[in-house]
């Protein structure tokens, strides 16, 4: 069995044989039943879940949900995690109640970074840009896991859970699901455990169903705080409705495999000008075009593994028949690489245009997320 580690790069080669392995379900009879869904929704990006069906019903007879996702503020807010951020703002759009974790004391445990620098990088990358794609103030709880609530009863009941929740787990148990272990992993498992869990705590929401979405690399977290759920429900310690999930596929980097935070050339960040979008997706984009142009016109291009493609497939064309035209003439060799190249940097382009101007308006309203002087 393939191991999914969390702290580590990771590429899925096979999703249906993940699936299978993981007990993952098929997402696709929702896709299409999500009303106004984000375009990479409906084309499938999302592609798994564990018990969506009943956030969906709650969804459907407006009854209360939570929608629960954290951030790991470790670089440039960049095109791969602009995926989640449209899924936060989607399902606030459909009625959740947002929990909005910024996982500082996880990333200060694993990526060995200064805790003043994380805090600034989660409000001036994340946060901002999370606002200018339109999260709002309402229904919205944004925190710290180093900084829960200064709601003393609230603030207690979620670092009491983190505290118990280790006796619902064995280190084994949790050596078999993320291999190597260190005492920063260990804590940092704790907390996500009691992120997960906390909004059904009676100081929060109470039982409700919660939904957590993620990239399949996080699921070991959503494994781990089922079963945890699961003992303590039958331990009369909570009561917990088992927290759901649902899995979107990555991004691809400009080169190809996953985007990394350490290598500039490999994303595209929703600060970059015109001139470096440019450099990088001429330069940088993985082509599924042939050789020459004379092979190309011949035998065509594959847009599976043509990232310039893949970009405008995972939401950056949003008009699926334009989306298919450019697929279909790009597979017969009509449509060249170059050609590709081009218009997605004009999308890219003409998108990051109006989110600048928006992340500008947005420094006005931080405020109502999280008070900058709060530390």
Known sequence: MERINPWESFQVKDYTKLMKEFGIEPFGKFSSKLPDAPAFIRRGAVFGHRDFERVY????KKEKF???TGLMPSGKFHLGHMMVAEEIVYLQRMGAKVYLIVADIEAYNTRNQRMEDLRKLAIEEYLLNYIALGLK?????????SARSKDADKSNA???????????TTFNEMKAIYGELTPGKIVSVFHQVSDILHPQLREFEGPCPVIVPVGVDQDPHIRLTRDIASRMNGNREAEFILPSSFYHKFMPGLKGGKMSSSDPTSYIALTDDPETVKHKIMKHA???GANSIEEHRKHGGNPDIDVAYQILLYGLEPDDRKLKKIHDEYRSGSLLTGELKQYAIERVNSFLKKHQERMEKA?????????????
Request: charge should be positive.
């Open 137 to 145: 103030p309402r229904n919205c709880d944004f925190y710290f896991q």
């Open 66 to 68: 939570v929608m629960l």
């Open 363 to 375: 420094r006005d309203r931080i405020d109502r997320f999280w008070k900058v002087s709060s530390f």
């Open 158 to 168: 979620y670092y009491r859970l983190a505290g118990m929740v280790p006796r619902r």
């Open 57 to 60: 019903n709650a969804m459907k």
């Open 286 to 288: 993985f082509s599924g």
